[in-house]
Each structure stands twice: as C-alpha cells, then as structure tokens.
C-alpha cells in the first residue's frame, strides 16, 4: 500500500520553530513537496524537491522554510522557522512518481497536519 504519513505538526508562539515530517511507503518518487491551505483559502504550494536537487519555494517562505529529503529513509522533511500567524494552516504533503515505460505516474497526499501560530 502506498502512503505518506506526516508528523510534526502542533502549537507554536510567534517566531518559534517546527520541523514537519512526511515519510513515504510503498514507492519511491520523484517529487515531494509540501502545500499548505488556510482557512477559507485554496492549497498552495510551500516547496517541493525535485530528483533531489531541484528546490523551489513559495516567496512566502523564502529565507524561513527549508525543505530536505533523505532518500534512504523516504522522508520529506520542512524546516520552518520564524514562524507567522499567516503561516497557520493544514500542511499537506505530497509525491509524485513519473510515469516510465513500465511505471505508470502516481501522486499521493498525506493526511495533513495542522501548524498553528499564535501567542
């Protein structure tokens, strides 16, 4: 069964820390990334990581989030510091295997997990 199973989520003051966790079983993939969605608001993507070295960030996050990925351990992490109210939302993560000949593509989510920033 492919699945990704986040962790990491809570309760954080302004400016704080977290560190999300999104394993993956089941496959491996070219593409991991994170989104997030605010109440009322349409998922975005946070950043994604691509064939493990292409990056890509929401200007939003630059220069506070880092995304990271050990592939022996199939894990997707993101690193966010200084965090902001704004920043509270369900943080979803997502895979992404390419289809190959003999591979078809296949894109899965997480279930979410929720980052709250407030004093």
């Known amino acids: 069964q492919v699945q990704l199973v986040e962790s990491g989520g809570g309760l954080v003051q302004p400016g704080g820390s977290l560190r999300l966790s999104c394993t993956a079983s089941g496959s491996s993939f070219n593409i991991m990334a994170w989104y997030r969605q605010a109440p009322g608001k349409q998922r975005e993507l946070v950043a994604n990581?691509?064939?493990?070295?292409?990056?890509n960030y929401a200007d939003s996050v630059k220069g506070r989030f880092t995304i990271s990925r050990d592939n022996a351990k199939n894990t997707v992490y993101l690193q966010m510091n200084a965090l902001k109210p704004e920043d509270t939302a369900v943080y979803y993560c997502n895979a992404v295997r390419r289809a190959v000949p003999g591979v078809r593509y296949l894109e899965v989510w997480g279930q979410g997990t929720l980052v709250t920033v407030s004093s």
């Open positions: 990581i691509i064939s493990g070295a292409d990056i």
